[in-house]
């Protein structure tokens, strides 16, 4: 089975200043990690991947993140946000070879402040 | 292209009631999921399918039934409705059966259970 921990339900930040949302996970088996953002009142859209390959990985609107093995960590981080990158993070898993279903962590609300 | 649509976005209902929230998708996909959300607890898994005629159970599949006919639709029936059955609902689809394909998400079904 597949675990998600996102360790900060809330993060508040300022107009144009760094952000990172972190993420572990934990699994008996290979997975593929994922970073889903939910604006308010909206469904979930992918923001990126991670397949294979680079363990650095780009998603859209500038967001990029990090696969860590030794740690099981996937944090996501943007270098400058803006208010409109003010929604919910959802850190997710799925299994490489066994299953198809997801598991998706409890969320990071980012407040971006003017 | 309409992707995942869910019918439908709000819903009041009484304790003891039954509703059937709708799900389709025009991306033939095998794959298609129900989940819902509530705050803090992220996206739990309720009922999946990976093609006609098949369905398995989730996370939290007490309360509800499912039923897979077509390749495009995955409806979710609320048999008698509870209060705790009050939460967003999201319906998702990915193709192929393996790891790698994202979910594709619908905007959700807001229900309220009175």
């Known amino acids: 089975a597949q675990s998600v921990t996102q360790l900060d339900s809330q993060v508040p930040v300022f107009e144009e200043a760094p952000v990172e949302l972190r993420c572990n996970y934990s699994?008996?088996?290979?997975?593929?990690l994922f970073w889903y953002v939910q604006y308010p009142n909206q469904g979930l859209q992918l923001l990126l991947k991670?397949?294979?390959?680079?363990?650095l990985v780009k998603g859209i609107n500038g967001f990029e993140a990090e696969f860590n093995k030794s740690q099981t960590s996937f944090h996501l981080r943007k270098p400058s946000v803006h208010i409109s990158d003010t929604a919910e993070y959802f850190c997710?898993?799925?299994?490489?070879?066994?299953?198809?279903?997801?598991?998706f962590g409890p969320g990071t609300r980012l407040s971006v402040l003017p | 292209n309409a992707g995942v649509t869910q019918t439908p976005k709000f819903q009041v209902l009484k304790t003891g009631q039954s509703m059937t929230l709708q799900c389709a998708q025009d991306m033939n996909h095998e794959y298609m999921s129900w989940y819902r959300q509530d705050p803090g607890m992220g996206l739990r898994l309720i009922h999946y399918?990976?093609?006609?005629?098949?369905?398995d159970q989730g996370e939290v599949p007490n309360g509800y039934n499912v039923s897979r006919s077509t390749t495009e639709d995955f409806p979710l029936r609320l048999l008698s409705a509870a209060p705790s059955q009050t939460s967003v609902y999201f319906c998702?689809?990915?193709?192929?059966?393996?790891?790698?394909?994202?979910?594709?998400f619908g905007e959700g079904s807001r229900l309220t259970v009175l």
């Open positions: 399918s990976v093609g006609a005629g098949i369905t």
């Open positions: 997710a898993v799925t299994p490489r070879n066994y299953g198809q279903n997801f598991v």
């Open positions: 699994s008996s088996v290979s997975v593929y």
């Open positions: 991670y397949l294979s390959g680079s363990t």
């Open positions: 998702a689809s990915r193709g192929g059966l393996a790891g790698v394909g994202e979910l594709f």
